[in-house]
């Protein structure tokens, strides 16, 4: 059994790499064979072996390095092509117990993901009707995390190429999805077989429940900064800054 772990650690996020890689050999399905693809602008930071593959990934700074996973991904998709799983986890993932095949693969389903409520009226699907990633009210019950998702190797290959049409799509109307990858993700899996995970499988490390998680999210803040991670992400998505980030990348002249 071959699984595929698909990480981004650009710029300051590097720093999770060494932990996280870590855990995984210690704690994640022991039994397969993983194999690692890092992204990353930090290449000396990170040791690529057989089980690791680094791709230099420029910082384009946030919500883009978010915002363009699936076009990240998407690069590499003939690569991907060799396992049986491909898994995406957060950069500040951390596996701290042993993750077994029925705890993170699906079985019947095409996908897995870190299912954060049911009934999530209050977590905000996009709700624009002028944005294809549009979730209308009662159309699913479910509202799924970016921070860990995967699936069966063929169908999730199919969603990294649907999601990054989604942004695509978006971008070219002048529309940036509200929660960026997140709410693209969301929309796709609306309708679609998932395995959804509790929180077992992705605890905020802040949080006291629940009490026998086996992947905390470490606090970005204890490790990046506050006032650095603030600043990060605190510009305005204005009008004028939204159309110099879509001709960047091609999307208008």
């Given amino acids: 059994m071959k699984i595929g772990i698909l990480y981004i650690g650009i710029g300051r996020y590097a720093c999770f790499w060494s932990g996280f890689y870590k855990s995984c ?11 690692y693809y890092v992204f990353t602008d930090k290449e000396a930071d990170i040791e690529s072996n057989e089980q ?8 384009m700074g946030w919500p883009c390095n978010s915002l363009f996973r699936f076009k990240i991904f998407n690069r590499i998709k003939e690569q991907l092509q060799d ?15 042993q993750v077994t095949a029925s705890d993170l693969l699906p079985v019947d389903e095409d996908y897995s993901a870190l299912c954060m409520a049911e009934a999530p009226d209050h977590l905000g699907h996009e709700s624009r009707m002028a944005s294809v990633n549009c979730v209308a009210p009662g159309e699913t019950d479910y509202y799924f995390s970016g921070a860990l998702n995967g699936g069966k190797c ?3 290959l ?7 049409r989604l942004v695509d799509l978006d971008l070219e109307h002048g529309i940036m999805p509200i ?10 899996l609306v309708g679609k077989s998932v395995k959804r995970m509790t929180r077992v499988m992705g605890k905020p490390a802040n949080w006291s429940e629940p009490r026998h998680a086996k992947i905390i999210l470490r606090r970005k803040e204890d490790v990046l900064g506050r006032s650095w991670l603030r600043n990060y992400k605190g510009r305005e998505h204005t009008n004028t800054w939204f ?6 990348i091609g999307l208008i002249k």
């Fill in 25 to 35: 050999e210690q704690f994640l399905v022991t039994e397969a064979e993983k194999h």
């Fill in 52 to 59: 690791v593959q680094v791709f230099h990934q420029d910082d």
């Fill in 83 to 97: 396992n049986d799983y491909l898994f995406f986890f957060n950069a500040n993932a951390e596996i701290v117990a």
């Fill in 154 to 156: 063929r169908p999730y």
């Fill in 158 to 164: 199919q969603l990294i190429e649907e999601c990054n």
């Fill in 179 to 188: 929660w960026h990858d997140e709410s693209v993700l969301n929309r796709f």
């Fill in 243 to 248: 159309r110099k980030l879509i001709r960047r």
